[in-house]
């Protein structure tokens, strides 16, 4: 007699497997290796930026108060006393009708309050001393770029779990970081499951397919920020299987494997979670695709049997196992970040169970539209190549058509969503 599986909310399965969230770990990384991954502290500016006052242009230094009756007519010449490059500290103050060349970046010299654009000036050389005039007036303040006007001294600039960006590592360097505290990857083990499986690099034989799901999971685990290690196929005896978990378990954080978890005679999950006594958090959930997904935990670390089924694998990891990885990333927002769209075509299927649709977002006139990305079955493949979100429709509906609202999870996004499993609507047929 089969055993009777009980499904479970979405919802109620994302929250059970949230109690076991890994805790957060840090590690310090060189700057340049912490890109792409999550800060471990808040970054506070400890100094001003700029830290000085300084010229945006190349030009000539001086007092505002000696151009004001400068005009095309009777233009202001003024001695040109040195000059001064970025990087560099000019000492004396600049007096009346003194002028100083200087550079882009370089700090304004003591005395002046603006700078003049090199193109708007001329200059000539009297008895070997250079002179430089302009023809306009200029206020006090022109050209010059202020301590602190980008950052100032004390400011929260990121906080802690933010994804580090190109912009964040410049900041990073800005600030002195040489070494940045970000969080630890976790190690998330793959093994596939099936006598059918061969590896890409093998010919096909007569019914056997090649594992996409090990590779697939694997780039998932790497799209949200964790380490995967894949420790190949399991064998086809129950007690080497075993085993074969056993030994992944203590090499890992977290255990994916994918396949062998629904009823057939060689569906092994089940029964190596019973053996080495790993409490099954849930094994059936009210979802398409996926229901079969299976979650156990063993001393504080979590098993995922994920369907061997690709779409229902792929939709499994990033329902319950990416809230997981981010999580330990410092997130607030580890799920899927949830956006309203607009269905771009009919989807008649009735809906006993909630369907997470693998879809391409597009925009039209500013509106966002999610079209389902392709042949729609808990087995296809194609159809994730163009996934970047699943269009999310409720359970109990009669089908969908072109324009309804819907709830849709973005894939490819690092900002995520705290909790978006609530008053997710379900719309009826117009
Ligand atoms: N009598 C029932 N049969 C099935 C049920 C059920 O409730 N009662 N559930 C169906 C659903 S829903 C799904 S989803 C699948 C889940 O199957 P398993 O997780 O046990 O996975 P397998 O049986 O090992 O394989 C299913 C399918 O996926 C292919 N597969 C497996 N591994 C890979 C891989 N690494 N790469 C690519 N494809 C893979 C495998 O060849 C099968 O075609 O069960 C239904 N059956
Ligand atoms: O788990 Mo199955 O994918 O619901 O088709
Ligand atoms: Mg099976």
């Known amino acids: 007699m089969v055993e009777k599986r009980n499904p479970i909310a979405v919802s109620e399965a994302v929250k059970r497997v949230m109690d076991y969230a890994y805790t957060e770990k840090v590690e310090w990384v060189p700057l340049i290796e912490a890109n792409e991954r999550f800060l471990a502290e808040n970054l506070a500016a400890d100094q001003d930026v700029p830290s000085f006052d300084r010229s945006p242009y190349d030009g000539f230094a001086i007092r505002a108060v000696d151009s004001q009756k400068a005009t095309k007519e009777t233009p202001v010449s003024f001695k040109v006393v040195g000059e001064i490059g970025a990087g560099f500290v000019y ?26 654009m090199l193109e708007l000036t001329k200059d000539e050389v009297r008895d070997g001393q250079t002179y430089m005039s302009i023809n306009r007036s200029y206020e006090a303040g022109t050209n010059i770029s202020y301590q602190g006007e980008d950052v100032r001294k004390g400011e929260v600039l990121i906080q802690k779990g933010q994804f580090i960006n190109p912009g964040v590592i410049a900041l990073l360097a800005t600030f002195g970081y040489a070494e940045v505290p970000v969080f630890k990857k976790p190690v998330v083990g793959v093994i596939a499951t099936g006598s059918e499986l061969l590896e890409p690099n093998e010919p096909l034989q007569a019914g056997k397919i090649r594992n996409s799901n090990a590779y697939m999971i694997m780039a998932q685990i790497e799209r949200a920020g964790a380490t995967a290690k894949y420790f190949g196929q399991f064998s086809d005896d129950l007690d080497v299987c075993i085993e074969e978990v056993k030994k992944a378990l203590s090499q890992v954080d977290i ?15 089940p029964a190596i979670y019973e053996a080495i006594g790993a409490t099954v958090l849930f094994n059936k959930v009210a979802m398409r695709p996926g229901s079969v997904t299976t979650v156990a935990a063993l001393d504080g670390q979590l098993l995922y049997g994920l369907s061997g089924n ?9 329902l319950f196992t990416r809230p997981i990885i981010r999580k330990s990333f410092g997130s607030p927002t580890p ?23 693998r879809a391409t977002l597009h925009y039209n006139d500013g509106q966002l539209v999610a ?47 705290e909790w978006p499993w609530d008053n997710i609507k379900k719309y009826s047929k117009l």
Do not use: W
């Not at 000492?91 to 060349?101: G, I, K, M, S, W």
């Not at 079955?377 to 819907?406: H, Q, W």
């Open 255 to 269: 255990l994916i494997t994918t396949g062998g978890v629904s009823v057939g005679d060689y569906d092994y999950l």
């Open 91 to 116: 000492e004396q103050e600049v007096q009346a009708f003194e002028a100083l060349r200087i550079m882009t970046g370089a700090p304004i010299p003591k005395g002046c309050d603006a700078v003049v």
């Open 335 to 357: 799920h899927l970040r949830r956006e309203k769209a607009i269905l771009g075509e009919d989807f008649t299927k009735a809906n006993p169970f909630t369907r997470f649709i």
């Open 371 to 417: 079209t389902p990305s392709g042949f729609n079955k808990s087995s296809a493949v194609s159809s994730l190549a163009t996934a970047n979100a699943f269009i999310v429709l409720p359970g109990g509906s009669r089908g969908y058509e072109k324009d309804m609202p819907v709830d849709v999870l973005l894939l490819e996004d690092v900002q995520g969503s």
């Open 310 to 318: 690709p779409s229902a694998c792929y939709v499994g990891f990033e």
